[in-house]
């Protein structure tokens, strides 16, 4: 059972336009809301993460909007650059839950390609 | 580079022989998770432990798999009788408590 449902795939934008990177999840348990880059070679890299009880957080040009109600989330990669292309994954996971650790359940990936 | 480190980077074994991966996370984390990232998805949890404690096991791991960490530093994930199907990136994660996880560059098997 997939219970991180990322979309699109794949997705093309220009440089200096925005990218928009969904995910939804069933686990009503998770609390944990980070997204990873990963670059061709190497291991995913953590961008940004956010706890339900906030709705939006922003790093530089990353914000991740949260809806607790619609169990979703979204990353925005504003002014986007050609060093951007790469794939993106949201990730969550219970931290509440005793000996549960950090496990991230990861959604399938983004692979974004910023044109110049 | 203080950062996750795995060796070897690549390994090529052919269907039925044994490997051995090793991973040493950052040294003050006391976390420890290993990931299985096939083409084109996300990375799938395997395992994780505290210390030297293995505090889960996912049923992806089977029984041809098995996970040490026996001083609580480096860890190591063993496959015997290699088959096709375990063809993959395997990526080693290091945190401190429910601190974020950072992950290591892989070990990408081939089996052949």
């Known amino acids: 059972q997939q219970q991180v449902k990322q979309s699109p795939q794949s997705l093309i934008v220009q440089k200096g336009g925005i990218s928009i990177i969904n995910c939804a999840y069933e686990n009503t348990a998770f609390d944990y809301f980070p997204w990873y880059q990963q670059f061709p070679g190497k291991g995913p890299a953590l961008l940004i993460a956010i706890r339900p009880d906030v709705s939006e957080k922003k790093e530089g040009r990353f914000t991740i909007s949260f809806n607790k109600s619609a169990k979703q989330f979204s990353l925005h990669i504003m002014d986007s650059q050609p060093g951007d292309s790469a794939t993106y994954f949201c990730a969550a996971s219970n931290q509440v839950l005793k000996g549960a650790g950090n496990k991230l359940t990861f959604g399938g990936g983004t692979r974004v390609l910023v044109k110049p | 580079d203080t950062g996750v480190s795995q060796d070897p980077r690549h390994k090529i074994t052919k269907r039925g022989q044994n490997v051995t991966f090793r991973c040493d996370p950052i040294?003050?984390?006391?976390?420890l998770y290993w990931y299985r990232q096939t083409l084109g998805q996300g990375p799938e949890f395997l395992t994780y432990?505290?210390?030297?404690?293995?505090?889960?096991k996912s049923r992806l791991l089977s029984d041809r798999f098995s996970a040490e960490r026996p001083k609580g530093s480096f860890s190591t994930l063993e496959i015997q009788r290699t088959e096709q199907g375990d063809s993959a990136m395997y990526l080693c994660a290091s945190s401190l408590d429910l601190g974020s996880l950072h992950f290591g560059n892989g070990t990408r098997l081939t089996v052949t």
């Open positions: 432990f505290q210390n030297e404690a293995q505090l889960e």
């Open positions: 040294s003050e984390h006391n976390r």
